[in-house]
């Protein structure tokens, strides 16, 4: 009789727990394993862009999205985030992020990326 008492303790304690890790999640989002971050082309970050009046490339490192960024990007990061982005073109660097809209995923770091023209 006591064991069986012991194991619905532990199954509600279990089931608690359950809940709880349930609600955090739904407010703070999953933690999920790390894993390698991803890295582009180079070809493709160094291709010509076809938006005239893009900048610089953005990477995601979560899922491998790139996309053409304009000016306005990089003066809100250069303003916010005490970055030193420069407004010219360049096809030598790519901004490198740790998650993006398309993945919903953020693993953390926003880094500007040299690499060499080919």
Known sequence: MKQNKNKARKKIRN????????????????????RERLKPDIKEITAP??????VMRVFCA??????EAEKGLFEHLNKTCVMN??????????LEVGGCPICKTNIGGLEVVKVSVQ
């Open 15 to 34: 089931d608690e727990q359950s809940r709880e890790t349930e609600i955090a999640e739904e407010l703070f989002g999953k933690v999920l394993p790390q």
């Open 49 to 54: 862009f076809k938006n005239q009046d893009t």
């Open 62 to 67: 979560n899922c491998g999205f790139m996309y």
């Open 85 to 94: 982005i420069s407004l010219e073109p360049t096809r030598q660097a790519y």
